[in-house]
């Protein structure tokens, strides 16, 4: 029998002190693969991470250009009016805040990470706000940073989620592999 949501919320409370004894499920083969598949899990933000930095290092290598100076005139006056600089810092700043918020609500409470590929689409999204508006030179100092601490706390999130998810799973279960 494996532990339930009870007993493995029980757990997380308990002193380092205190002995448990849950008895291991009768299936190690299903327990060895959920074993790997919250590994996998803990690794997505990691993998958020480097791919952030790598969308990174392309915007950087683009910063001094925009949308209006690589499209004709004609083009640029079918698209109509690009939205101004200080309303795309504005979305900015409120979806870094936001982002941050939830993130931090979820690390407090203990549930689940929420996707790090959500994460990831809009932080590299802003770059291409800002290239489309013409503003990523001069912002892409404040981009990066706070795209950086959305996908490093969101990186922290999903590993502690899941390295206590293993430690009741698995550790406290008596479960040895």
């Not at 990186?155 to 009741?168: C, D, F, G, L, W």
Request: with cysteine; net charge negative; hydrophobic share 45%.
């Amino acid at each position: 029998m494996s532990a339930t949501h009870d007993q493995k919320q029980a757990l997380l409370h308990l002193t380092d002190t205190e002995q448990v004894t849950l008895t291991a499920t009768e299936h190690p083969e299903r327990d060895e693969h959920q074993l790997n598949e919250l590994h996998r899990r803990s690794r997505s933000g990691m993998w958020g991470l480097f791919v952030y930095l790598s969308a990174s290092l392309l915007a950087y290598s683009f910063r001094d250009q925009s949308l209006a100076a690589l499209l004709p005139e004609q083009i640029m006056q079918q698209l109509g009016v690009v939205p101004p600089v200080f309303m795309a810092t504005a979305v900015l700043w409120v979806s870094t805040c936001s982002a941050l918020i939830i993130i931090a609500g979820r690390l407090f409470h203990g549930t689940p990470p929420s996707g790090t590929v959500t994460h990831l689409m809009f932080r590299i999204a802003f770059f291409l706000l800002f290239f489309i508006v013409g503003g990523l030179d001069q912002h892409i100092n404040a981009i990066f940073i706070s795209g950086l601490t959305v996908m490093a706390l969101q990186h922290h999130n999903v590993v502690s989620y899941y390295t206590r998810q293993i430690e009741v799973d698995f550790t406290a279960c008596s479960c040895h592999y």
